[in-house]
């Protein structure tokens, strides 16, 4: 069954320029949902607790990703690099009802790996003047480091400008499709969540096939 996600319009987030403030106005007034579609558990058990938390604002769309998990990594810190293979939260939406997508994957240090897309080759890399317009602030830092196990908790916020994937949005509801995800696929758990389930044999992201419906509200 496809899920639906409303993400509730809430203006006063452009108004903040403190990210506590920014994360408490989506903990009271945001949508939170899980990301814990387990869709190859016989290869990939694992399934570290994820959740984000969404709002917009008409201009920028505000996701606060949440992360318990036993393994963190985060070799991977330049922008355009294979975050996927880190501690990794990702963001896949299609604004139109074409193929076109737009996917923005994030390490836990916040270096980004975002692309314009009509299928999974050939993609066209967002710019770097792009990629500065994706605001992340992450709870780990800046700083790279190796594979660490224990037990970790953290987050990212980012705000992405409505108009850089080509939403205007008009104050009615404006309907898209997407999906979110958690991966890391060079830690010792290699895990594939989607918020969205997949019906794909293999890991495949890529797959706005199996997108859910998001409605701005």
């Known amino acids: 069954m496809t899920k639906t996600l409303t993400v509730p319009y809430i203006p006063s987030l452009d108004g903040e320029d403190k990210v506590d403030q920014i994360l408490a106005i989506l903990d009271n007034e945001g949508v939170r949902r899980s990301i814990a579609s387990l869709n190859w558990p016989d290869t990939y058990p694992y399934s570290p607790l994820t959740t984000f938390t969404i709002a917009h604002t008409g201009k920028n769309l505000y996701i606060d990703f949440f ?3 036993n393994y963190l990594r985060a070799c991977n810190y330049t922008n355009q690099s294979p975050v996927s293979q880190d501690s990794c939260v990702e963001f896949f939406v299609s604004p139109t009802s074409d193929s076109h997508y737009w996917n923005f994957e ?27 317009r994706v605001i992340r602030v992450a709870s780990c830092g800046t700083k790279p480091f190796c594979e660490m196990e224990g037990i970790f908790s953290w987050n990212l916020l980012v705000k992405i400008p409505l108009d850089l994937i080509g939403v205007k949005y008009q104050g009615v509801p404006f309907k898209m499709t997407g999906n979110f995800y958690k991966c890391a696929s060079a830690t010792s758990a290699p895990h594939y969540l989607s918020w969205n389930p997949i019906d794909s044999p293999n890991p495949d992201f890529h797959r706005p096939d199996d997108f859910g419906e998001i409605i701005l509200a």
């Not at 897309?117 to 993609?123: D, F, K, T």
């Open 67 to 69: 992360v318990r998990c």
């Open 106 to 132: 994030f390490n836990c240090i916040g270096a980004i790996n975002a692309s314009h897309r009509s299928e999974r080759h050939n993609p066209t890399r967002l710019n770097a003047d792009e990629l500065n």
